[in-house]
């Protein structure tokens, strides 16, 4: 299954309280695993640098990725970014198909 990470900006407002967070977070995954229960989370994390959080997950399509953010930005991010990523070692394979 296709592999995305999205990183998501918050607005300062919404990380100052960790109980709003918390339950924040729990609305936003309880939206996400209703609309899109296909999606496999893989990691969570609180990040510094432009971007509050990361997610990795992996989802059946790039239309169900979409949702996750689309939902993201619903429940309250800023910026939801997503990216498709592929494991290092298929893009290894992916190298060897394609040299000369």
């Avoid at 407002?13 to 996400?32: C, I, N, P, T, Y």
């Avoid at 169900?64 to 309250?76: C, D, F, W």
Wanted: glycine share 4%; proline share 7%; net charge negative.
């Amino acid at each position: 299954m296709p592999r995305f990470v999205q990183m998501t900006r918050l607005a300062p407002e919404s990380v100052r309280d960790a109980e709003v967070r918390r339950a924040m977070g729990r609305q936003w995954l309880k939206k996400v695993k209703i609309s899109c229960p296909e999606v496999k989370w893989i990691a969570h994390y609180a990040i510094l640098g432009p971007y509050d959080f990361m997610d990795i997950y992996e989802a059946p399509t790039v239309e169900v990725a979409h949702k996750v953010s689309l939902i993201s930005r619903a429940e309250g991010a800023v910026t939801a970014e997503n990216w498709q990523a592929l494991p290092y070692d298929q893009f290894l394979e992916l190298l060897e198909e394609v040299e000369p």
